[in-house]
């Protein structure tokens, strides 16, 4: 079974330029997660799609941060405009359902530098 | 012995010693609780969890432990190989909330 696959690998910006990241989920996992893991630390949860529905966005950045899963499939993640501190390894995630005890298959993350 | 290294406390070991990596997670409502393990340059990846209404639950080479009294989670590796050097996470959720992922620990093992 093919695992969650994440594009690009690797990313380096200048600040205040845009940048996204792509996500294609594990087939017939309805729930998509993003997450951010700063170099150190765990991941913390951006955002969470139930199919093309958002279930939890409350951690966003929203005034920079953008994402969407439009036919409820493979999900991109934008930045726009970058900060110094959004360096950090982008990691996507998915589930069969949103349930408590589904487990969870993150993707290999995309490393964002923001120079 | 522990050390604190690059922003992640380190456990060293020597294979086929046994590991514990020990975790305090903040929510005493938290009800689930899961190990983590990450490799370089990859994705998290689940080792074993437990639900709250258990204190102990086995899986091949690892054990959890779960201690709801002083909030506080350990991961037991038997025999531990340098195939197990990696940072583990815990990771807890309360009801239906999210994951919330606790701090990192470098597991090094050396032949």
């Known amino acids: 079974e093919a695992g969650v696959a994440q594009s690009p690998r690797y990313k380096i910006i200048e600040k205040r330029q845009s940048v996204a990241f792509w996500c294609n989920p594990i087939?017939?996992?309805?729930?998509l997660y993003w997450y951010q893991q700063i170099l150190g630390q765990g991941p913390k949860l951006l955002i969470q799609?139930?199919?093309?529905?958002?279930?939890?966005d409350s951690q966003l950045p929203k005034d920079r941060f953008s994402a969407e899963r439009l036919k409820g499939v493979d999900s991109t993640l934008k930045i726009q405009p970058a900060k110094l501190e959004d360096s950090a390894v982008y990691l996507c995630?998915?589930?069969?359902?949103?349930?408590?005890?589904?487990?969870?298959?993150f993707g290999p993350g995309t490393r964002l530098t923001v120079l | 012995g522990e050390s604190v290294g690059l922003h992640l406390p380190t456990l060293s070991v020597q294979e086929g010693d046994n590991s514990i990596i020990n975790c305090a997670y903040s929510?005493?409502?938290?009800?689930?609780f899961i190990w983590y393990k990450q490799e370089s340059g990859k994705g998290p990846q689940f080792i074993i969890d437990?639900?709250?209404?258990?204190d102990k639950r086995q899986g091949q080479r690892v054990t959890v432990l779960l201690n709801k009294t002083v909030k506080h989670l350990s991961l037991q590796i038997a025999a531990t190989q340098p195939g197990d050097s990696a940072v583990y996470f815990c990771?807890?959720?309360?009801?239906?909330?999210?994951?919330?992922f606790g701090k990192g620990t470098m597991l090094l093992v050396s032949p």
């Open positions: 087939s017939g996992h309805a729930t």
């Open positions: 990771a807890e959720r309360w009801g239906y909330s999210t994951l919330t």
């Open positions: 995630a998915s589930s069969l359902g949103g349930s408590t005890y589904n487990e969870q298959f």
């Open positions: 437990i639900r709250s209404n258990m």
């Open positions: 799609f139930q199919n093309n529905g958002v279930v939890d």
């Open positions: 929510n005493s409502a938290s009800d689930y």
